[in-house]
Structures are given as structure tokens and as C-alpha cells.
């Protein structure tokens, strides 16, 4: 296993400290900025040996140079992105696996939100940081790729085991369930996550982790290839990129 330390940070951004309590390895993930991730080291006694970054936007990256100077960790992030992520010292592609303590993390490549964007799973652990590809009953905008792209992304991250733990960057759930429900009104599992987040919400609470299960039952973006969706967003075609694209649409205006 490994422990996860979220920090709010920003308007609505995550940092994820992810720790081996076995080796000692700590990875940030997506690390905004630096001083709240000195703060969950300060106070957990941990020592950061990883950053991962999952694309290049500064709200996820704006931290990176700091606590590489401060902590010496190792910098991974996306070939792709080397021209405009500083630091990285792992450049990974689709399919790589980096060594963090005795877990192994699995890059997989989801373009769509950015050209470059990789996710990273933790494959004993079942522990997914989509960064702003996936989000709790969402999914990120699509600002450098096409609509197909984003949708073979996303069942690339769907095709994960339904266990997984999703921690996605953005704290967004309220109002990604509030469009949810605009696209599949009597979808139960939907109003039922859409239920528990308004209560965790106003207690305080994080939405985060959801798991793959969840998602897949209650998210539109990952079912858009689902005929009951389809029916539900009085969209139907063969062609599921195009009903995720509309869905995608509808979100931008909403
Ligand atoms: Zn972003
Ligand atoms: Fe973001």
C-alpha cells in the first residue's frame, strides 16, 4: 500500500504526497506550489525522493523547481513536455513504468487537456493521479487536442481495474455533478455520488479519491459509448467520440 496526503491548494488544486512506508520513497504529484508540500514532509518526517507532473500547465508544475532544489528529488514527467516543464530529470512516454520505492508506477499517455498529459498509476496499489484528465464525474477541458483524442484518453484510464483509487488535481465534483445530472437525470449511481459529495462539501470534506467504479457508473464523459447515456442525452449515434464531443460541448457552455 501507500499513503496519500491531499492538500488543498489554490482556488480548487490538489497536491498529492504519495508515501512508501516501506523504502521511505515520497513522490509529490503535481506539486502548485511549494510550501504546503514542505508542510506535510515537516509534519509527516518525510523525505521527498519523486515530483511526478502530469502536463504543463502552472497550476500543476509552479512548485517543481523549489522543492527539486530544497529535497534533490527526481523530476519525472512527459518526453513530450521537456520543452516546457522545467526540471525533469525522467522523461517517460506511453507504457513506461519508474520505480518509486518498491512500487511501480505506470506512465500512460492521455492527450486531449494538453498535448503532452501522461497519468500515472500505481499498479500494486491501485492508485491513479489523472491530473486534469479525469476528474470526479467530469473530465478536463480540451485546450491542445480533439475531442478524440480526450475520448480514447479517457477509456484508456476507464480501462483501469474498478478498485482503483482516482485522485484527480482539481477539486470540482459539485459542479461537475450539477452538469452531470443535466446529461442523465435518472442515472441512480449518479444522483447517489452526487448526494454524498454535497455532504462531504459542506462538511469541509474533500470529493477525493472516488474510484474507477464509481466513475464508470456515474460519470457521462466515461459513458458516452453507453446506448443508456445516449438515450439520456437524446444523443445516439455509433459514433462515441462524437457523443463525447457533444457532451464536451455542452459542459463548455454550461
Ligand atoms: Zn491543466
Ligand atoms: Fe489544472
Given at each position: 500500500?501507500?499513503?496519500?496526503?491531499?492538500?488543498p491548494?489554490?482556488?480548487d488544486n490538489y497536491?498529492?504526497?504519495?508515501?512508501?512506508?516501506?523504502?521511505?520513497?515520497?513522490?509529490?504529484?503535481?506539486?502548485?506550489?511549494?510550501?504546503?508540500?514542505?508542510?506535510?514532509?515537516?509534519?509527516?518526517?518525510?523525505?521527498?525522493?519523486?515530483?511526478?507532473?502530469?502536463?504543463?500547465?502552472?497550476?500543476?508544475?509552479?512548485?517543481?523547481?523549489?522543492?527539486?532544489?530544497?529535497?534533490?528529488?527526481?523530476?519525472?514527467?512527459?518526453?513530450?513536455?521537456?520543452?516546457?516543464?522545467?526540471?525533469?530529470?525522467?522523461?517517460?512516454?506511453?507504457?513506461?513504468?519508474?520505480?518509486?520505492?518498491?512500487?511501480?508506477?505506470?506512465?500512460?499517455?492521455?492527450?486531449?487537456?494538453?498535448?503532452?498529459?501522461?497519468?500515472?498509476?500505481?499498479?500494486?496499489?491501485?492508485?491513479?493521479?489523472?491530473?486534469?484528465?479525469?476528474?470526479?464525474?467530469?473530465?478536463?477541458?480540451?485546450?491542445?487536442?480533439?475531442?478524440?483524442?480526450?475520448?480514447?484518453?479517457?477509456?484508456?484510464?476507464?480501462?483501469?481495474?474498478?478498485?482503483?483509487?482516482?485522485?484527480?488535481?482539481h477539486e470540482y465534483t459539485?459542479?461537475?455533478?450539477?452538469?452531470?445530472?443535466?446529461?442523465?437525470?435518472?442515472?441512480?449511481?449518479?444522483?447517489?455520488?452526487?448526494?454524498?459529495?454535497?455532504?462531504?462539501?459542506?462538511?469541509?470534506?474533500s470529493s477525493l479519491?472516488?474510484?474507477?467504479?464509481?466513475?464508470?457508473?456515474?460519470?457521462?464523459?466515461?459513458?458516452?459509448?453507453?446506448?443508456?447515456?445516449?438515450?439520456?442525452?437524446?444523443?445516439?449515434?455509433?459514433?462515441?467520440?462524437?457523443?463525447?464531443?457533444?457532451?464536451?460541448?455542452?459542459?463548455?457552455?454550461?
Amino acid at each position: 500500500m501507500v499513503e496519500v496526503e491531499q492538500t488543498p491548494v489554490l482556488t480548487d488544486n490538489y497536491v498529492h504526497v504519495v508515501h512508501d512506508p516501506e523504502t521511505g520513497a515520497t513522490a509529490a504529484v503535481d506539486p502548485a506550489v511549494a510550501p504546503p508540500v514542505f508542510d506535510v514532509l515537516d509534519r509527516r518526517g518525510w523525505q521527498l525522493s519523486h515530483i511526478l507532473c502530469t502536463h504543463h500547465h502552472g497550476d500543476h508544475v509552479g512548485g517543481v523547481m523549489d522543492l527539486k532544489q530544497a529535497s534533490g528529488a527526481t523530476v519525472v514527467g512527459a518526453l513530450a513536455d521537456a520543452h516546457r516543464i522545467l526540471g525533469i530529470d525522467i522523461e517517460v512516454k506511453d507504457g513506461d513504468h519508474v520505480a518509486i520505492g518498491r512500487h511501480t508506477v505506470r506512465v500512460l499517455s492521455v492527450p486531449g487537456h494538453t498535448a503532452g498529459h501522461v497519468a500515472y498509476f500505481f499498479r500494486e496499489a491501485q492508485v491513479l493521479f489523472p491530473g486534469d484528465c479525469l476528474f470526479s464525474l467530469g473530465c478536463g477541458r480540451v485546450f491542445e487536442g480533439t475531442a478524440e483524442q480526450m475520448w480514447r484518453s479517457l477509456c484508456k484510464l476507464r480501462a483501469l481495474p474498478d478498485d482503483t483509487r482516482v485522485y484527480p488535481a482539481h477539486e470540482y465534483t459539485n459542479a461537475n455533478a450539477d452538469f452531470a445530472l443535466t446529461i442523465d437525470p435518472e442515472n441512480a449511481a449518479l444522483h447517489a455520488r452526487a448526494d454524498e459529495v454535497l455532504a462531504l462539501r459542506e462538511a469541509g470534506r474533500s470529493s477525493l479519491p472516488s474510484t474507477m467504479a464509481s466513475e464508470k457508473a456515474a460519470n457521462p464523459f466515461l459513458r458516452a459509448d453507453d446506448p443508456v447515456l445516449q438515450a439520456a442525452a437524446g444523443l445516439d449515434g455509433p459514433d462515441a467520440a462524437a457523443v463525447f464531443a457533444e457532451i464536451r460541448r455542452r459542459k463548455d457552455c454550461f
